[in-house]
């Protein structure tokens, strides 16, 4: 029996990320093997810390004194060889260590977390503590009542953790030490709060106090009886501390709630049985011999809106099925995907697993133990299902491939596409993209014949595609239109409601207005702690940032000059809700956002309100383009379709084509012939026109050569460089080190993989949450020289002590550039 091992360190930095030697001690012989955890003590005061084993055997050239397991953690393997390969791939491709990796692809409830405690000795009575606590600060943690503190407690007191002193005060005897780990058990419950006495004297108390935010926070509850800490700081800006006090006033009362609930036994529509359309029969039949081949394979499934991409995946799902193998299916979110799931679940009842962000910890670690252990074999879920340990895998589908939700913009920052096909490689699984709006990179990689491509190019049953009508909004201003929708959009609305139809608006924003400006001076408010505007809401009448979540609320006066008329400029979903209140005054609406949909199945019964007629209007943002799938929606109305055109990256225009596309496509999709009308003050931008054709090839054609032109992806990959820190100057001196570091390794060593590197520019928004990021970008293709290029550059920069204050990543092919 192997009496060594090599393992991954949860503990190591990317400097020091390698895997390390350790002994198996005799009695941990049987039960350490690739893929389990273990306990290790790592590093130069033998901390333990958790780890996991990579491979048998030693590396015969290591030249330290290997040190010991201490612990086994799992019974069976968490991850099985192909997992174990996949993470060491990743790791060397994206620039994290192996322990990121397996933190992504293994569920949350898996995680172990070492609680260090230091408990005041017994013997040591109050008096002499409250002395000792002046030459050893960190003694203050502690009192008369609260005799023990985790590590973490007293670190957050402290400011930094007083290691000196608390190992001094062990010494002494005054305090002990005891370490452990626990079974991470977050997430399940949250806080929630409620009055402790009645409304009118909390009122008073608040009142008397002549304090604003208690009032706000009185007023809420007084409105909505209970609500959780988000909410609550939500609607009224309270903080921790605000609400801790009144907690200890005896003005709320707060307990722990179950954040959710067992997915919901709703009923589910019976199993349909179905005949393929002959279009769907003959993409079918191309994509069969495929997934039979033993072979890794890859396929672009390209479908018009409507076109019935869905009945192709179950069909290909059950062959594989039939074949004993599994699949995966990834949709971009879960939340605005519930028909598709719900076709899933009829179609293949109890051996689905649904995997996605919104289920309790427990929740998603139960799936994935179903899956582990091959009792589910049908897996939808978002982005880091891509990561299922499933059974024998044959199939993995990627629905709606272009959408930006496939690639993590955290560490490990990787495309669940890349990740999708290095799995059917190693694993022999046949991958298939599908999509109306193909990323273009997978367009590129059909056309250049890297995978077969297999065309629906009408809608299911010989419906039409909608009708397109351009509005041009310009000018009407001057008209005295003021409001958001203009007469083509109005008249649309107006005609289909009449014929008992519903209809669809999007507007690319939330809250109720964008922007306030000062119609004096032009004061817009700024977040304190990041370079943008604050958005206002109108439901709570407050300022909000969108990057980091600060809130305060709306001044009365313009803070820069005095003057009181502020701007609330721009539509936003709840000012649009208003107004089609006040156009279409007998009419319902609906409105579907962040906002409406934050509690729990609120977007499902949404969702459930309109598919039974008892909404005319759905008025929302990005959640009302994708997936619906509505018999009697037969307008479609884009308020805006300039929003996302102008930002400064080279996806805007694929992201607002696809967009536009997807949108205009939820109109007239039985029968009926819907329409669209995009409004617009670019009426001849050529993504405009594409979308409103519906002609993808022809706006690819024209994508590619821009991509070309500009050296992006995938005419070239882009790796980028991100440096933040809270100085500036900080970031700034780091990215020239590394710049001129770069430069001078591709003058010598590197001579044959020289790029030029841009920069140091300013990332699109240059403050979040006080720290200032700026990057570097290298045109450069992937491959072993860029690894080890751009791998040893990041390394020495971990390693260096000098740029302790800056974190520095690397992101290839980044969504915004
Ligand atoms: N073979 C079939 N038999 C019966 N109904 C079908 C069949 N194919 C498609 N449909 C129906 O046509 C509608 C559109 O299909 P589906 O939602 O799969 O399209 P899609 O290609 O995914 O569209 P989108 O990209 O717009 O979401 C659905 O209501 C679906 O039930
Ligand atoms: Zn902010």
Redesign the pocket.
Known sequence: MQSVCRVAVSAANYAFDRLYDYDIPEELRGKVQPGVRVIVPFGKGSRTCEAIVVRMGCDPKAEYARKSICRVLDAEPVMDAHLLRLAAHLCSTLFCTFYDCARAMLPAGLWFRRVERYTLAEEIPEAQRAQLAQEYPALSVFTRRKRTATAKEIAKKCSELPAEQLDALCTRGVLTFSSEFDRRVSDKTVTMYGLAMPDDEAMRLAERGRSPVRMEVVSALMHEGALSRHDLQYLSGASNEVLRAMVKKGMLCQWEEEAFRLPEQEELPPR?D????PQ?QAAYDGMEPLLLSGHPEAALLF??????????YLRLIERTLREGRSAIVLVPEIGLTP??IR?FMAQFGEITAVLHSALSVGERYDSWKRIRSGAARVIVGTRSAVFAPARNLGLLIL??EQDDAYKSENNPRYHARDVAKYRAMQENALVVF???TPSIETFYGAEIGKYPMFL?RE???G?QLPEVTIADMRGLIRQGYTGAVGPVLRQAIDTCLAQGHQCILFLNRRGAARQVVCTACGWTPQCPSCSVSMTYHSVNHRLVCHYCGHTEPLPRVCPSCGCTHLKTDGIGTQRLEQELHELFPETSVLRMDADTTATKGAHAKLLAQVADGKADILLGTQMVT????FDNVTLVGIIDADQALFAQDYRARERTFSLLT?VV??AG??GIQGHAVIQTYSPENPVILNAARQDYERFYEEEIEMRRALQCPPAAQIVVLTASAERERDVLEALVAVKARLESLMAGQFADFCYPVLGPAPAAVVRVQNRYRYHLSIRCPEGRRRRELIGGVLREFAANSKFRPVTLYADINPMQV
């Open positions: 349909q179905f005949v393929l359309s769907q479908g018009v809106t409507g076109s019935g991409k869905t009945q192709v028909q598709l076709k629905d709606e599908g999509s109306a629906l809608r299911y049953a419906t994708k997936g619906l799938d997807q496509g939820r999709r039985r």
